[in-house]
């Protein structure tokens, strides 16, 4: 219909006077960057317990694993317990 194509029109043309114009577009550019930066990235790893380097916290072995963020997968003997074939560790 002609109001859906007016209104693509001008859609379209908003979007190309924001991307010609310099300011506007770094504006654009600004926000479009803020946005993607606040979308989750999950991270994860496979590790065997082997890999993993431990201390003795309070009693009880913590294994740590360095993530590729700079923070470490830390687990310990209890979230170990049971008959578990894999565990799912956030970093930090």
């Known amino acids: ?5 007016a209104t693509t029109f001008a859609d379209v043309q908003k979007a190309w006077l924001t ?3 310099p300011d506007k577009r770094g504006l654009y550019d600004r926000h479009l960057t803020a ?10 790893a496979d590790v065997e317990l ?5 201390e ?3 009693e009880e072995y913590e294994y740590a ?4 963020c700079g923070d470490f997968y830390r ?12 565990i799912v560790l956030p970093c930090g």
């Open 56 to 58: 003795i916290v309070e």
């Open 35 to 44: 946005v993607n930066a606040k979308q989750q990235v999950v991270v994860s």
């Open 1 to 5: 219909s002609s109001a859906v194509d």
């Open 75 to 86: 687990v310990t003997e209890q979230d170990l317990n049971g008959d578990h074939e894999s």
């Open 65 to 68: 694993y360095p993530c590729r």
């Open 19 to 21: 991307l010609k114009d």
């Open 50 to 54: 082997e890999e993993m380097s431990y």
